[in-house]
Each structure stands twice: as structure tokens, then as C-alpha cells.
């Protein structure tokens, strides 16, 4: 099956410094792809690259088999959503006029007719029903960040690129908005969220792609990137990885550091 969204060779400078280098990554219909690593790995960077937000210094991007540069921009806006970790609003719209604003790209276009329809079904989605007419200046963290992930499921586009979309939430609603964006690529659709929480990543991945240093140093399912050498070297951290009892991957930190520095740290 060929790839909705193909990426080769993505470089990218910010300051004289290499922050991906030569990075390769497909994505399939159906499939949910998870960007893991260390802060500065270059995960965020990467899905800018991806969403066409950010010009690599090398590589190219294909959305549907055609390079990603070609695609107008409205076209672009309905087939790819894009989530990134700064959603502040500075005005006090209430959240039902912020997710509205994820029906944006659909306007003067036939699919326009499923605005209230999608707007509904994304209040829902994020869990904001209930202070949906409430300014989202005046919502918590949390709530915000909930508003934001409506907004932009109310997109309803094929592609969905997220960015840390759990980072601000509790246990429950990490767990409601991935398994919501879980449900959308098992109908078709595809995604590449961004996570920090491991154990998260191994629960919703088709597959991990764990970067370091702006390289990819792993890409396939959880069982097999989540080898806790590899995490260990990488994250510079004791990490062990078990099976649960219903079989499901735990991610473990152990609580001491390593008794050793890592080339270039000090002792």
C-alpha cells in the first residue's frame, strides 16, 4: 500500500545546529505512527517538516504521492489536521466557536453541509460539552488543551499530526483523546502523534519511531523498539520494560540514575 504521507532524507538547521538529519518516514492508511525521544530528539521539528509548516534544509515530503509543496494550501488544510503544543487563545471565544474554527478549510466547500454535525461530534470527542459556551480564557490548562484537540478533530481530516496532544491531561483524558484518534485510523484514517509517556505510546502505536539526536535510531512496533538497552542508552536512563497482567507493554523508570556519565556529561 502506498504511504498518504512519505518523508526522505528530512534535514533540518535551526541556529547552525543540525536538529534532524537525513530522517526517512512513512505513513500508511490506517496506521498510527508515535514519535518518541528525548527533549531536543527533534520529534517536534519533524512533525512541522511533516505538516508542511517547516521547510527541511534537505529531504522532501509526499502527501498522497504527490510532493507535499505542490498541494494549495486549502487543499493541504483538508487533508492533513495539525495539533501543535502552543494552542493559546488570547481572545475570550467561547469553545464552541473555537472548534468551530477546526471547520475552517471545509468553507464555500460541499463538506461545509457537516459543520454543526462535526462541530457536535468533536465537543464530545475532546469532553468540553459542558463548558462549550465558557470563554477558553477562562478554562484551566487541561480544559484547553481538551478544547484544542476538538478543534482540531472537528477538521476531520485523514491525516491527523499531534504534537504532545496529552501533555496538559489527566490519566482519563489521555487516554480519551488518544483512543478517540485510535478510532479514527481504524476507520482509514492515520495519524503521527508525538508522546512522552512510553507506556501511552506502546498502548496506541502501530508503530514507534524513537529519535535521538535528530536521527531515527528505531522504527517498528512497540514490542520491538521498546528493547530497554536501546531506552536506556537513549533517554540516559535506567528503564526496564515488562508485560502487565492483561499483556500489555509497562514502561518502568527505575528511580536511581545510571552509576556512570554518558560521553560529554560530567562526572
Known sequence: MSPVLRARGISV????????????????????VVLVGPNG?????????????????????????????SWPVA????????????????????????????????RRHAAASRDDAA?????VAGEVQAFADRPVTGLSGGERAR??????????????????????LDIRHQHRVLARTRDRVDAGGSAVVVLHDLGL?????????????????ADGPPRDVLDPDLLTRVYR???????????????VADSAPLPFP?????P
Not at 538547521?13 to 498510527?32: F, H, I, S, W
Not at 520529534?43 to 507535499?68: F, H, I, Q, W
Not at 478544547?147 to 481530516?157: M, N, V
Not at 505510546?201 to 535510531?217: N, T
Request: aromatic share 4%; with cysteine.
Open 75 to 106: 487543499d493541504r488544510a483538508r487533508r492533513r489536521s495539525v495539533l501543535t503544543q502552543n494552542n493559546e487563545v488570547s481572545f475570550p471565544f467561547i469553545v464552541r466557536d473555537v472548534v468551530r474554527m477546526g471547520r475552517a478549510p471545509w
Open 147 to 168: 478544547a484544542a484537540f476538538a478543534r482540531s478533530y472537528a477538521q476531520e481530516c485523514g491525516i491527523a499530526l499531534l504534537d504532545e496532544p496529552t501533555a496538559s
Open 201 to 217: 505510546a506502546a498502548a496506541y502505536a502501530d508503530r514507534i519511531a524513537l529519535l535521538e539526536h535528530g536521527r531515527l535510531v
Open 41 to 69: 530528539a527533534g520529534k517536534s521539528t519533524l512533525l512541522s517538516v511533516l505538516a508542511g509548516d517547516r521547510v527541511p534544509a534537505a529531504g522532501s515530503v509526499e502527501l498522497e504521492g504527490a510532493p507535499l509543496t
Open 13 to 32: 538547521d535551526v541556529g547552525g545546529r543540525r536538529v534532524l538529519d537525513a530522517v526517512d518516514l512513512d505513513l500508511a492508511a490506517g496506521e498510527m
Open 262 to 266: 554518558f560521553p560529554g556529561e560530567l
Open 237 to 251: 536512563h535506567p528503564i526496564d520494560v515488562v508485560v502487565g497482567p492483561r499483556g500489555a507493554l509497562l514502561v
Open 119 to 123: 462541530v457536535a461530534e468533536a465537543l
